[in-house]
């Protein structure tokens, strides 16, 4: 077998892999950690998205292994020291699903801002509730990182009149890219006690990891909105919970969770204040078919021998095999 498949990861580009290596179409095996190692043993590539522990152990199960490929933008789930250590190839197609990230933050802040799930529920219910809601033209946009998806957040935000400021530690302020992208860098304090909108864009790290907590989100202002569109360990939930309850903030939107899927119901699935999707922010049809474009390419480009495009890590050809 050349390329293994963990997890629910499909579309025309790998199909057409199919006909240059032999794929084996595992969408469950992720979940199944003694036979992912098992299956490792004869991989030359791993088709992962979020949900395959890529460690240390796996890849070293995986002596033929050559390249890991991510289906998407976070590299959380994947051991990048090890595979350099091993000398894999780790590509990941970054940017490839920026626009359909920005896109669902933008929905969902419009959503917040104009109560269209309890709209929606009401009207299904013969209810009639013209309640105004708000305009989000003349606010201010925070940005917490400003990576690729939240420069084309940004691009939207100012396309519908919104300013735009980030906080983001590791990006100079006249970076061409920010300038681009209408963006302004501040201090995280000023960002989120001074925005309309705050959205999130952060991986998950141990600095970033319960940013968003009681002390930050006292910072917010009463009617601001928070998006989620980065990772869920970001987000201190009960503290959330809490600002909802006692109206702190306006309202949250998450399509990321700290627990993925939730394994029960909890106090953010019971407020109104809320909506919550099952990140889906980068997965749309146009984003999917081009990072498995990119993906199929880098693939059979480094199983033949050449470099990778889309590498991540420090590795471009992979290990003889």
């Known amino acids: ?10 579309g025309e580009p790998l199909r057409a892999l199919g006909e240059l290596w032999p794929v084996d179409r595992s969408p469950d095996l992720w979940e199944k950690r003694a036979d992912l190692l098992s299956a490792a043993r004869d991989v030359q590539a791993l088709v992962v998205r979020n949900r395959t522990r890529v460690d ?3 890849i070293a199960a995986a002596p033929n ?14 051991d990048l020291a090890a595979a350099d ?3 894999v190839v780790v590509v990941a197609p970054l940017g490839a699903n920026a626009r359909s ?3 669902h933050a933008l929905g969902l802040a419009l959503t917040l801002a104009r109560n269209t799930v309890e709209r929606d529920r009401e009207t299904r219910a013969c209810g009639w509730n013209r309640t105004p809601g708000r305009e989000l033209r003349g606010g201010t946009w925070g940005l917490l990182g400003a990576g690729a998806t939240a420069r084309e957040c940004a691009r939207l935000a100012n396309a519908i009149g919104m300013e735009v400021v980030a906080y983001d530690p590791y990006v100079e302020p006249t970076s061409p890219a920010l300038v681009e992208a209408g963006i302004r860098l501040a201090p995280l304090t000023e960002v989120v006690a001074t925005s309309d909108v705050v959205s999130c864009h952060l991986p998950s790290t141990p600095e970033t990891q319960g940013l968003v907590g009681e002390d930050l989100l006292a910072r917010m202002r009463p009617h601001a909105l928070f998006v989620n569109v980065g990772r869920g360990e970001v987000v ?8 909802l309850e006692a109206g702190t903030i306006a309202g949250a939107a998450l399509d990321v969770r700290a627990v993925e899927p939730p394994t029960r119901r909890g106090r953010l699935e019971n407020l109104p204040t809320t909506v919550l999707t099952p990140h889906i922010a980068g997965i749309t049809h146009e984003s999917q078919r081009l990072i498995l474009q990119v993906l199929a390419a880098d693939i059979d480009a480094v199983l033949r021998g050449d470099e990778a495009c889309a590498k991540v890590g420090a590795v471009r050809k992979g290990r003889t095999p």
Do not use: F, K
């Open 1 to 10: 077998m050349s390329v293994l498949i963990t997890e629910d990861i499909w």
């Open 56 to 58: 240390a152990e796996l």
């Open 65 to 78: 292994l050559r390249i890991i490929a991510r289906a998407g933008v976070g590299l959380d789930n994947i």
């Open 85 to 87: 250590a091993a000398e």
């Open 101 to 103: 990230v920005a896109e």
């Open 236 to 243: 201190d939930e009960e503290a959330l919970a809490d600002a």
